[in-house]
């Protein structure tokens, strides 16, 4: 079992950037694969991005490629979501997740999650 801690979410304005983290802690970090997902009120958590153990192969969701980059630093046990250009539909609260799989879109392959950090995206 690994613990993840997500941080950085805030309030921005339309365009804006941000970055969030997931510190990791438990099991070793490298043997799994991460994701990162959303939940927006009243809808279903959705994917946004995920990226294999070697940190060689990425997903993205279509709503958020070419402006989400997702990436990972072992030797801090962190996985980062950088989010550029960001939308009003974008706001959501953002969880990470690792998966034993090697590199998954599905949420029921990620067996461990954060607590969520909150997006808010409003002029």
């Known amino acids: 079992q690994v613990q993840l801690v997500e941080s950085g979410g805030g309030l921005v304005q339309p365009g804006a950037s941000l970055r969030l983290s997931c510190a990791a802690a438990?099991?070793?970090?490298?043997?799994?694969?991460m994701g990162w997902f959303r939940q927006a009120p009243g809808k279903e958590r959705e994917f946004v991005a995920a990226?294999?153990?070697?940190?060689?192969?990425?997903y993205y969701a279509d709503s958020v490629k070419d402006r989400f980059t997702i990436s990972t630093d072992n030797a801090k046990k962190t996985l980062y979501l950088q989010m550029n250009s960001l939308k009003p539909e974008d706001a959501a609260v953002y969880y990470c997740?690792?998966?034993?799989?090697?590199?998954?879109?599905?949420?029921?392959?990620?067996?461990?999650w954060g607590q969520g950090t909150q997006v808010t995206v409003s002029s």
């Open positions: 997740a690792a998966s034993a799989a090697y590199i998954s879109r599905m949420r029921l392959e990620y067996t461990d």
């Open positions: 438990g099991r070793t970090f490298s043997g799994y694969s």
């Open positions: 990226i294999s153990r070697s940190g060689g192969s990425s």
